[in-house]
């Protein structure tokens, strides 16, 4: 059974920061790309950053220059950095993975619980 865990948010004044982890247990192959997501209330979930297997990263525009994702592979982990906090910014957090379970299987995406980030003004 494979399960990402999300770890680290919480309640931040506006311009504060956090670090957000997600990591990946059970039996698998291998990881490809991991995303980090959010969903505010009465919106729909939104790419946050994604990070590919090699390292490659993406970031939704509005959150360029003030966050960063990385992973460790090793620790079949990924972080999201998140620097300069807003209100708007308060949303419940998910990763997911897109991960192989075997050689020839998968990769299926998984998602995480998600993790709360309120950012008070």
């Known amino acids: 059974q494979v399960q990402l865990v999300e770890s680290g948010g919480g309640l931040v004044q506006a311009g504060g920061s956090l670090r957000l982890s997600c990591a990946a247990s059970?039996?698998?192959?291998?990881?490809?790309?991991m995303r980090w997501y959010r969903q505010a209330p009465g919106k729909e979930r939104e790419l946050v950053a994604g990070?590919?297997?090699?390292?490659?990263?993406k970031y939704r525009d509005s959150m360029k220059g003030r966050c960063t994702i990385s992973r460790d592979n090793p620790k079949n982990t990924v972080y999201l950095q998140m620097n300069s906090l807003k209100p708007e910014d308060t949303a419940l957090y998910y990763c997911?993975?897109?991960?192989?379970?075997?050689?020839?299987?998968?990769?299926?995406?998984?998602w995480g619980q998600g993790t709360q980030v309120t950012v008070s003004s």
């Open positions: 997911n993975a897109d991960i192989r379970l075997r050689t020839l299987e998968g990769p299926y995406r998984y």
């Open positions: 059970g039996s698998f192959f291998s990881i490809n790309d």
């Open positions: 990070i590919s297997s090699g390292g490659s990263t």
